[in-house]
């Protein structure tokens, strides 16, 4: 089994005072910046039918391949960062910042929806109203 590394993801400068407007505009473009690389990394990958690609091997010959994307265990931070999330927000649910550590199984707050971010999203940027999102 080999892997081949993908991407590098760029580490955007550090925002000090996000009390500025310099400094909000700062970490929106970083933000964006990123989910744009994640974007290109990942979109061919959504390709329907694709079944294996032909890829160089050592020896010079072509070979039939069957990748598979992997990931990486993150911690708390680099998902929050990914995912757009406030730091004391939970990547899975939309559980509370006050029960963040109170473990209940099963959990009884609701999986996040993030087709429905998207569409809040693109409404917010359509029609440039903060007070559109949900």
């Known amino acids: 089994m080999a892997f081949i590394l993908l991407a590098l993801l760029p580490i955007p400068p550090k925002v000090t005072n996000l009390s500025s407007k310099v400094g909000r505009s700062q970490s929106m473009m970083n933000c964006t910046v990123l989910n744009k690389v994640m974007e290109s990394i990942l979109t061919p990958l959504q390709e329907p039918g694709t079944v294996g690609v032909e890829l160089d091997c050592d020896y010079g010959n072509k070979r039939g391949c069957f990748p598979i994307l992997c990931a990486w265990l993150a911690d708390h931070l680099e998902h929050v960062t990914l995912q757009n999330l406030k ?44 007070t559109i999102m949900n």
């Open 87 to 130: 730091n004391n927000g939970c990547p899975v649910c939309e559980v509370g910042p006050k029960d963040l550590n109170v473990l209940v199984v099963p959990p009884q707050s609701p999986l996040r929806d993030h087709d429905a971010y998207k569409i809040n999203t693109t409404a917010m940027r359509e029609s440039d109203d903060p």
